[in-house]
């Protein structure tokens, strides 16, 4: 089945650094990997739609200079979160979007996450 | 507004009763329902799709357009379906899913 991940899994950092993270999508091609947030015991907010070879989308709220994505391949994106602050700490969760026939098409594969904290 | 609810936080049941975890959506055309599933330190995945109209691991969900509902159901539960459960919408190809707010499934022995 297609399967997806994420560097790293977790990371601590400082207050003023950047922190990068990585989605791949291992065995298929992903023109659509999209970025969500989760705060403990709640539900997945959609921070943005990334599409390989153009800019993300972000949504409503998000802001775009503060959450950097880059979607390089078609099974890479990134997404660099840059002077981070504590208030940023978060479980961060990307998918990728299958739309290929023969992978349950148009459906969304997840990573396992990664949980950022940010003293 | 698009917008899905899980009315429940927490649905506890015993092993072998019926459960049945509710869905309501809102959305001006006509979406696409997911149910998700999170077990313990596991990631996101799906558990079934609307149009699929198929059974997996003994649950089902119908979608009512009256009622805008799209709730999931399974005769008997199983304490393995211990899980934190999402109903999600999708209303355009692009397969951006808007999430519910989730409900914890405890099912006791």
């Known amino acids: 089945g297609a399967v997806v991940s994420q560097h790293p899994s977790w990371v601590i950092c400082k207050s003023g650094t950047s922190v990068k993270i990585e989605c791949r999508s291992l065995d298929f091609q992903a023109t659509t990997m999209f970025w969500y947030r989760q705060f403990p015991k709640q539900s997945l907010m959609l921070m943005a739609t990334?599409?390989?070879?153009?800019?993300?989308?972000?949504e409503q709220g998000v802001e775009k200079d503060k959450f950097l994505i880059n979607h390089a391949s078609l099974t890479l994106s990134t997404l660099t979160v840059t002077s981070a602050h504590p208030e940023d700490s978060s479980f961060y969760i990307c998918?990728?979007?299958?739309?290929?026939?023969?992978?349950?098409?148009?459906?969304?594969?997840f990573g396992p996450g990664t949980r950022l904290l940010v003293l | 507004a698009q917008r899905v609810t899980q009315p429940e936080k927490l649905l506890s049941v015993f092993k072998g009763a019926p459960v049945e975890l509710k869905c309501n959506y809102s959305y001006s055309g006509s979406p696409e329902l997911f149910w998700y599933v999170q077990y313990s330190r596991q990631r996101l995945q799906l558990l079934l799709r609307h149009i699929s109209r198929e059974s997996i691991k003994g649950f089902t969900a119908d979608l009512n357009k009256g009622e805008t509902s799209f709730h999931l159901k399974k005769p008997f539960a199983q304490e393995e379906d211990s899980a934190m459960y999402y109903c999600a919408l999708s209303g355009s190809n692009t397969g951006k899913l808007i999430f519910g707010q989730g409900t914890t499934l405890q099912v006791k022995p």
């Open positions: 990334s599409n390989e070879g153009s800019k993300a989308t972000y």
């Open positions: 998918s990728a979007f299958a739309s290929s026939p023969g992978l349950g098409a148009e459906t969304q594969y």
